[in-house]
């Protein structure tokens, strides 16, 4: 098959696109090269080398009308050249425009920009009036590239049949796909995927403009609270009620190993299916009010390592503010010297787990890819038993101090799980409980294989679940009971204590940094150390359309008109039961947490 002439030319103008990308990559560096002069010369050249990708990918976007016209319809070349310079001079003056803004907004332009604003019709012209150099610059790079475009592209007559023409349009769309998701690999590319460098800056240079902008327009942005006066309101009321020191007597560059458990609600646990984690909890520092943040995997990386609650109607790693700058705790145990590695036995690219963990702060990512296909469970991953046997190998090759995290997926439907292993687990009424008690064993056997090692005994192991699951107890299924999950702190050689305080995901990036004494006051106010005075509180968004907060005796609800309910709840049955209760600590914590990401700014 031959590309006919007018496609050919069109095939050139996108690919020479990238140069003037790559131009105006190097105008953004340049304009804010006091950020970025403390990088080194391979980072910034790594940064524009990733930055391609999202160049293809804008381009590709941007020109898909123009693609589309010019695979299945006649258009003249006058026609076709307008069109190719009114809609990337668009993207130009996006770009150009976005170097002053991102001094503002500390990221690419979002359409939660103008949501900012109030009113895009209204701060379009003032915004290009008040920058009015920079359009102008753009729209003269614009103009230049017209000149350029109408002496270097020039048509060529050659008649070609309808057949052919179709035929070569649907490859020319096969190519523009897998431009726009950046590839063939499992998962296309996102905001999120520019931030595998672990530094928010360097993301936004490998970022471009009008692909962040494009990107974030299917994304809903959220509208502004004003449930208080100011934010300084909402957030005195935060600092009034809540303990934000630190608890407990812990010990500096001590390893941590964190691990996640698939599915592991509590009531599993007081069922009776895990036979380990019960005998550790005893010598633990072990959260039986601990609550999740989420009812998705998706949802438990921000609130595990940055301390964000699952409060959008979306996950924030795939919401208009992934590009937020989030201080998270595997990037300040980076900065100290720890080597941190993420483990997670599903494909490359699930759920974004790789590129979000690359880009807030761990140093390699492991895949079932690093695996091999032996021990493939048929649908997620590999089995839990000789993946922990895996990852307990990579574990001891690691230079100390070192951050290592752990997702187990066994217990994930279709809860598979090794033929010689079928019917030696409890049955019990769900069909989840025989593979919790699989990984409950292969947990069991991971501790035996690395007590033995040097390690072990200065490493601080902080064990929970990503959420709940199939429930069949009144005690679990409410309101409350269905984020219940386990959260054991083990020492090894340290005593156990059981406490009944309320805590949750969120809480646990401030509870790993006052174990291992590091100042943590760029956390959210949404970690609060498990080890601290405070009473504790869990926040939630459950089902789309109620906010609450769990705290000892009360849990408060908010409905999305932000009318308040309180209700005593009873830990031990699950029953709530109204109550008289104007505490403004939930819509305090709403306001600063919605406006906070809208500000891109969590800071107290």
Not at 29 to 55: A, P
Not at 227 to 251: C, H, P, T, V, Y
Not at 276 to 286: A, G, P, V, W
Not at 545 to 555: Q, W
């Amino acid at each position: 098959m031959v590309l006919t002439a007018p496609q050919v030319r069109l095939l050139k103008r996108l690919l020479f696109l990238l140069i003037p990308y790559s131009v105006l990559r190097i105008g953004f560096y340049f304009y804010h090269l006091n950020i970025y002069k403390q990088f080194t010369q391979d980072e910034i050249f790594q940064s524009f080398l990733l930055g391609v990708r999202f160049d293809v990918a804008a381009i590709c976007l941007l020109n898909l009308p123009l693609i589309l016209l010019s695979c299945f319809s006649w258009i003249k070349e006058r026609t076709e050249r307008i069109l190719f310079i009114l809609i990337n001079t668009a993207g130009f003056i996006v770009t150009v425009d976005d170097y002053e803004l991102f001094l503002f907004t500390g990221k690419r332009l979002s359409y939660d920009f103008f949501v900012i604003s109030d009113d895009i019709l209204q701060q379009l012209p003032q915004i290009f009036l008040y920058y009015w150099y920079l359009p102008i610059a753009a729209i003269a790079f614009g103009i230049g590239y017209y000149f350029f475009d109408r002496s270097y592209f020039k048509a060529t007559e050659r008649k070609v049949s309808l057949p052919t023409r179709v035929g070569v349009g649907f490859v020319l769309l096969g190519l523009t796909f897998i431009g726009i998701r950046g590839g063939l690999q499992h998962k296309s590319i996102n905001v999120q995927s520019a931030f595998v460098q672990g530094k928010n800056e360097l993301g936004h240079l490998v970022l471009n403009s009008p692909y962040h902008f494009l990107r974030t327009l299917k994304n809903k942005p959220m509208q502004r609270l004003a449930l208080f006066k100011s934010d300084d309101e909402a957030k005195n009321i935060i600092l009034n009620q809540r303990d934000f020191r630190d608890g407990i007597e812990g010990k500096a560059k001590s390893n941590v190993v964190l691990i996640i458990l698939e599915s592991f609600a509590s009531e599993y646990m007081e069922g009776g299916y895990t036979p380990f984690l019960n005998e550790l909890k005893t010598k633990s520092h072990f959260f039986g009010r601990h609550l999740a943040n989420g009812r998705k995997s998706i949802e438990a990386l921000p609130s595990l390592l940055c301390g964000l609650p699952s409060l959008l109607d979306e996950p924030i790693s795939k919401s208009i503010y992934s590009g937020n700058k989030f201080n998270c705790f595997p990037k300040m145990l980076k900065s100290v010297g720890y080597t941190n590695y993420f483990f997670h036995a599903g494909a490359k690219g699930t759920m974004g787990f790789d590129s979000y963990t690359l880009a807030n702060g761990f140093d390699r990512y492991f895949s079932r890819k690093d695996y091999g296909e032996k021990d493939y469970d048929g649908t997620w991953g590999i089995f839990d038993g000789p993946y922990l046997q895996y990852v307990a190998d990579r574990i001891s090759e690691m230079p100390e101090p070192f951050l290592a995290g752990v997702f187990t997926l066994s217990s994930h439907q279709p809860y598979t799980i090794p033929g010689e292993f079928r019917g030696k687990f409890p049955k019990g009424n769900l069909e989840i409980h025989p593979s919790i008690g699989y990984t409950d064993y292969a947990l069991r056997e991971f501790f035996k294989r690395i007590e033995k090692e040097k390690w072990f005994s200065n490493t601080v192991f902080i064990i929970t679940s990503d959420h709940s699951q199939k429930l069949e107890t009144k005690k679990f299924s409410n309101l409350v009971g269905r984020y219940r999950v386990p959260l054991l702190v083990y020492v090894p050689g340290g005593a156990g204590k059981e406490y009944t305080k309320v805590t949750q995901h969120s809480d646990i990036p401030k509870t790993v940094l006052d174990y291992l004494e590091i100042k943590s006051d760029e956390l959210p106010a949404t970690s609060v150390s498990a080890f601290s005075n405070d009473e504790g509180a869990a926040l939630n968004y459950a089902d789309g359309s109620t906010y609450f907060m769990a705290r000892k005796e009360v849990v408060t609800t908010l409905d999305k008109s932000y009318q308040q309910q309180s209700f005593n709840y009873d830990w031990e049955t699950g029953e709530m039961h109204p109550v008289e209760s104007n505490n403004p600590l939930l819509k305090a914590y709403l306001q600063y947490f919605m406006n906070g990401l809208i500000n891109n700014n969590l800071s107290l």
